[in-house]
């Protein structure tokens, strides 16, 4: 059996299955978005975003304090999102942060510097340089592009 026989025999078209639930496909991707998660993938996703949305103003919110409230270890956690969003926990929680301040710079007047403290950013400095590594433009410019 060849590999695009074995992927038309046990994977449907990608059109007819959903890969995360809404909330969690709007932050998130796959590392390979050929195979759909499992439920108890999408149910792991689907806690761990509201975890980080749990403590989304908390700049003490960390990895150990993830990990507990996920009642796992670090490091299965880490294996966990490294598997199926191809980020480390650290990345996982900010760019959760950082799509909601995307989401925030397009739909309030909030400063910067207000959105960057509002999500648990001890500096809007270090916010902005994460912003724009990771959404590609200055948080500035990019409210102004919206």
């Given at each position: 059996?060849?590999?695009?026989?074995?992927?038309?025999?046990?994977?449907?078209?990608?059109?007819?299955?959903?890969?995360?639930?809404?909330?969690?496909?709007?932050?998130?991707?796959?590392?390979?978005?050929?195979?759909?998660?499992?439920?108890?993938?999408?149910?792991?996703?689907?806690?761990?975003?509201?975890?980080?949305?749990?403590?989304?103003?908390?700049?003490?919110f960390n990895t150990?304090?993830?990990?507990?409230?996920?009642?796992?270890?670090?490091?299965?956690?880490?294996?966990?999102?490294?598997?199926?969003?191809?980020?480390?926990?650290?990345?996982?929680?900010?760019?959760?942060?950082?799509?909601?301040a995307a989401r925030?710079?397009?739909?309030?007047?909030?400063?910067?510097?207000?959105?960057?403290?509002?999500?648990?950013?001890r500096d809007p400095?270090?916010?902005?340089?994460?912003?724009?590594?990771?959404?590609?433009?200055?948080?500035?410019?990019?409210?102004?592009?919206?």
């Open positions: 059996m060849t590999l695009t026989t074995l992927y038309t025999h046990f994977i449907s078209p990608r059109s007819q299955h959903k890969i995360y639930t809404e909330p969690v496909a709007e932050i998130f991707r796959i590392k390979n978005s050929l195979l759909p998660l499992s439920t108890y993938d999408q149910q792991f996703l689907a806690k761990a975003a509201s975890v980080v949305s749990k403590y989304l103003d908390n700049p003490d150990e304090l993830f990990a507990d409230e996920m009642c796992m270890s670090r490091v299965h956690l880490y294996r966990k999102l490294k598997t199926l969003t191809g980020e480390s926990v650290s990345g996982f929680i900010n760019m959760t942060r950082l799509k909601i925030l710079l397009k739909e309030t007047d909030m400063s910067v510097k207000a959105i960057a403290y509002t999500l648990g950013f400095k270090y916010f902005s340089r994460c912003f724009k590594r990771k959404i590609g433009y200055q948080p500035t410019v990019y409210a102004g592009r919206i």
